[in-house]
């Protein structure tokens, strides 16, 4: 079992940057697939990000690319997401999820753990 614990959400004016971050428990964390996907109020969750277990390949929402960037540090159980030039249509709650494999968690959506998500609020 992993538990992932997301944290750096917050108040932002448009234009800001914001740093995520997300803590998983356990030995395995590089086994996994790490991502970030976000739910806006009254819109179905979407995908936003995902990272190779080693970090090498990351993967984004196209519309996001230029904007967001994500990492992960191994070392600390740790996955990262970077989001700059804000907008209020960024507003959401975000979630990182963990996978087997990049083709789960970036084509289908899928996820094998989930965490209970940070909220992020873009003032315009």
């Known amino acids: 079992q992993v538990q992932l614990v997301e944290s750096g959400g917050g108040l932002v004016q448009a234009g800001g940057s914001l740093r995520l971050s997300c803590v998983a428990s356990?030995?395995?964390?590089?086994?996994?697939?790490m991502g970030w996907f976000r739910q806006a109020p009254g819109n179905e969750r979407e995908f936003v990000a995902a990272?190779?277990?080693?970090?090498?390949?990351?993967y984004y929402k196209d519309s996001l690319k230029s904007r967001f960037s994500i990492s992960r540090d191994n070392a600390k159980n740790t996955v990262y997401l970077e989001m700059s030039s804000l907008k209020p249509e960024d507003t959401a709650v975000y979630y990182c999820?963990?996978?087997?494999?990049?083709?789960?968690?970036?084509?289908?959506?899928?996820?094998?753990?989930w965490g209970q998500g940070t909220r992020v609020t873009v003032s315009s």
């Open positions: 999820a963990a996978a087997d494999d990049s083709d789960s968690i970036v084509n289908r959506g899928e996820h094998k753990y």
């Open positions: 356990g030995r395995t964390f590089s086994m996994y697939v």
């Open positions: 990272i190779s277990r080693s970090g090498s390949i990351p």
